[in-house]
């Protein structure tokens, strides 16, 4: 196996095919890398230019002023092999592959390139994704080398302020628009990732390898993958199981599941979309959790970050909400996504009664109602419900809108969810004010906005543990 | 039937029980009203204060300088009866009740209560939402009555500017908190809405009854409604039928399915939730469309705004997409969704060969590639696809983060939306910048941030036509 930590942590860079015209792909690829402060040279290399958007330009890696650890490539595909070839000979040890035009042809006409490139990477010994992928994203290096718009240099950092994020995720991804999609949706949510890696038609590296370096590298939390196909299926087999038994979620959307889909990942990356009842019963063998929405996918990763230390122990959540219909239908929900949503015992009952208005009802759902939630607060009742032996789990309905109720709670919110053994989520019903995420993001809570979503990422967490269980016991 | 014009478009309101403690329901309920320029008078009825927030405070509605056409009760339950036989008695028409406390008491202590209300609003004619309500809001008279924190004055105007909203949407909801969550989704999304009514325990007035009167008035075009329960089954059957009729699809969500959310919509408003597949069979006689998710049914109001002129014939989608991965994703939520996703025919195929490289495709999903939309842009894409006699309808696949390419086609864009026969979706897989938004919304297609609730929302509107053409043919 190559060394991959050439590719995701390069002292130094060339970009071959790198432009000063930003407004193509081969232009936008050094702009969006000189956006972030990444601190090693960045090499220009190109045929034509001297210099290329203000940096000096060299005709070939041959003549780098010092060898480059990792070479970008966003050259035809034609011209792929001999510059790959180049790079190996001149010492660089890791490469990812923009180009397309490979085994995804529909003329089959890139299949023998790819099997070029495949027999170069392996002569050299070099770590190299691709081709017809997007590039990555390290965060801790700023280093950005993909044309991905998501990862222009904006306002907003790569990761998260201090204390604002719980652990990081990686984001593998054979589609280059789709894994740096799920970036984008879970920033604003204060999810820290640590890579975003797309891998396009995987002549050489597999996600697999990738999850594989990223567990030995013991940083990443959870994975989440965008798979077409699975290529060699006892590296996943290995990988999965290190990553089930370190307890790192693996959390997994896999294209082309419908005829047109799995004609569509044929044409994207030449992958083999397969059966999918085989994938799942091999993701079920291994604690993968499925889902088939990026929006969700991120949701999931967020409960992880927060509890995956306190899965339930059973599918039986208590909900405490301020809102009646709320309750109502996150109840309907959470029985949509096959948990239970059981009475609580006498005793909790009890406790929460005293509080309560003729109206309310503390049976589960816990109706707290606003004239108590504006005399008690959200926390104390959360804390009674999570201490039902009837429940595993608790999901608080909040309105993250107007946060003074919630910022009123801060430090009871903040205590409880350090010292709750079991996992408190918080749904916003309506959007959340930045004040509201970030005091949920400080105290450790996931913040939902997606009823859906959150009652599906309770029961994740709740199946991860039987599958974990299972599988330790052998 | 008493005047639900009253209720909705009062000349004046008073407002019985208001405070100055802006801390607590009874002050937030007259803060919010006054955080909007409503033009008529608002007379705050307090036992105790002489002055209300800066506005003279009568003691009773008896002693009011002009009759009021509204009253807004937020009192003890106990004592809603006597002040609505006093508003009853001073010619005050219609009252909208917020206070807690009547028929979704665990006890049943307020059923009494509940009784004498709807007695005495029947002996005056009143048109009375609630009681346990949380207001209403009618944006073009800027009268917020409801003490929800999404209807505070903020930055946000209540609907969009001139151009950017295609048609109404009104709200009618028995849950307070849900009711105004659906606004709270819609707005960003450029919606109009004109109504958002909570009907709470519905003893006088019924969801029904509302959508009747908004179907005479001819303004809404599409209806997000939250039912706990169908009260009068007579009055919903003949509803239902003027609404399909008129082709204004009511979107609904059906809350207390699971057996823990009937058990929380009986103490909720009372309701009996009822057997599902009853509701069910009644909703699909009707084309309703039922929706789990908040967000869904958001989205699939906006699809309808949209191009509900426009219904799909049949099942049949295009999808147009710079994203491979993206194509296959959404390939698989559409057959999820039931949809097909059909190869293209040749004809149609051949016109969009010319501009793909052989990495690109024009099966269908029709992977125009990244360099493809660069050079030709997204708008020709969709046009030839949507012209294929072997589809319905179109999404095609954005990204809105960066929407200089999307900038760049806006009045092939803008005009493509005026032409096509068939309805054309757009899903941005990353966050749209605003830009984006408002050009979407300018050219009146409806954008949807979430893939799934995308796919659905195209079945909808092919189920609706299917469900209103068998209705009419009778």
Redesign the interface.
């Known amino acids: 196996m190559p060394d991959i930590g050439k590719l995701l942590w390069p002292r130094s860079v060339a970009v071959i095919g790198a432009s000063s015209d930003t407004?193509?792909?081969r232009g936008r690829v050094l702009q969006i890398m000189k956006g972030h402060p990444f601190a090693g040279p960045i090499y220009p290399v190109s045929r034509s230019a001297s210099e290329v958007q203000g940096l000096q330009a060299f005709r070939s890696v041959d003549e780098l002023p010092a060898p480059a650890d990792l070479a970008v490539l966003i050259i035809p595909a034609k011209f792929v092999p001999q510059e790959l070839e180049r790079c190996g000979k001149a010492g660089i040890r890791a490469a990812t592959i923009l180009s397309?035009?490979?085994a995804?042809?529909?003329?089959g006409?890139?299949l023998a390139l790819q099997d070029e490139v495949r027999a170069i990477a392996r002569h050299h010994d070099m770590a190299v994704t691709g081709p017809?992928a997007e590039g990555f994203a390290n965060t801790a290096a700023a280093l950005c080398p993909t044309?991905s718009?998501?990862m222009?240099a904006v306002a907003t950092p790569l990761v998260p302020p201090d204390g604002r994020a719980r652990g990081q995720v990686a984001v593998i991804?054979?589609?280059?628009?789709?894994?740096?999609?799920l970036f984008?949706?879970g920033r604003?949510k204060d999810l820290s990732f640590r890579y975003v890696v797309t891998t396009g038609n995987e002549a050489c590296l597999e996600a697999f390898d990738l999850v594989d370096y990223m567990l030995e590298e013991g940083k990443t939390d959870v994975f989440l993958l965008?798979l077409?196909d699975v290529k060699t299926r006892a590296t996943f087999e290995r990988v999965a199981a290190s990553a089930l038994r370190a307890g790192k979620p693996l959390i997994v959307?896999k294209?082309?599941?419908?005829?047109?889909?799995?004609?569509?990942?044929r044409?994207?990356?030449g992958a083999l979309a397969g059966v999918h009842a085989d994938y799942r019963a091999l993701f079920e063998r291994y604690g993968v959790i499925e889902s088939?929405?990026?929006?969700e996918m991120v949701d999931i990763a967020a409960a992880f970050l927060a509890f995956g230390a306190r899965l339930p122990a059973g599918k039986r959540v208590g909900?405490c909400t301020?809102?009646?219909?709320?309750?109502?239908?996150l109840?309907?929900?959470?029985?949509?996504a096959g948990l239970?949503?059981?009475?609580l015992d006498a005793a909790t009952r009890g406790s929460i009664d005293v509080h309560l208005?003729?109206?309310?009802?503390s049976?589960?759902?816990v109706?707290v109602?606003?004239?108590a939630v504006?005399a008690v607060g959200y926390a104390p009742f959360a804390r009674m419900v999570a201490g039902s032996p009837a429940v595993d789990g608790v999901i608080v309905i909040v309105?993250g809108?107007?946060p003074r109720l919630l910022l009123r709670d801060r430090e009871a919110l903040k205590t409880l969810a350090r010292e709750s053994a079991k996992p408190i989520f918080m749904w916003s019903?309506?959007?959340p004010a930045e004040a509201c995420v970030a005091l949920m993001s400080e105290a450790g809570y996931p913040l939902f906005t997606?009823?859906?979503n959150c009652a599906r990422a309770m029961r994740a967490l709740a199946d991860y543990r039987c599958a974990r269980e299972r599988f330790m016991r052998g």
């Open positions: 407004s193509g792909l397309s035009g490979f995804e042809t529909a003329d006409s890139g017809n044309f718009p998501v222009e991804s054979q589609s280059g628009g789709m894994g740096f999609a984008d949706h604003p965008l077409e959307g294209l082309g599941q419908s005829e047109a889909g799995s004609r569509a990942v044409s994207h990356t088939r929405d990026p929006g909900i301020s809102s009646g219909g709320g309750g109502a239908w109840a309907d929900a959470c029985t949509a239970d949503v059981p009475e208005p003729a109206y309310g009802t049976q589960n759902p109706d109602t606003a004239q504006h309105t809108r107007n019903y309506t959007r997606s009823m859906v």
